[in-house]
């Protein structure tokens, strides 16, 4: 594989990497649980859960690679990309833009890439 230089050129890659739709979920599940644990945190000022924050987030993203998608997390190789692309792909999920995400990106709604 190439190198990727843009990160116009990486999220497609990224949604590539994440063509399941039980992958994507358990993707969802574990950054929103993220979310909810870093305001908990802060809200409660319990500051010793903020690592359960990355915990939660990579732990369900990686058994999802490794059990459903059997690949390896885009993490591992453009760690920065991949961390704003988690956040990323849940707002396009919750903003119900997904399906044309996927379609520019040669997935179809399950999970198969067009060549």
Do not use: C
């Amino acid at each position: 594989m190439k190198t990727i230089k843009t990160y116009s050129e990486f999220w497609p890659y990224y949604l590539r990497e994440h063509a399941k739709p039980a992958t994507r979920g358990w993707h969802y599940f574990g950054t929103a649980m993220g979310l909810a644990i870093l305001i908990y945190a802060f809200l409660s000022q319990n500051w010793w859960l903020i690592p359960l924050m990355f915990v939660s987030g990579y732990f369900f993203a990686w058994m999802s690679h490794g059990l459903i998608e059997k690949n390896k997390p885009a993490t591992f190789t453009y760690p920065v990309w991949s961390f704003i692309s988690d956040f990323k792909m849940l707002f396009v999920f919750l903003t119900g833009q997904m399906g044309k995400e996927l379609e520019k990106a040669g997935i179809d709604k399950d999970g198969a890439i067009r060549a």
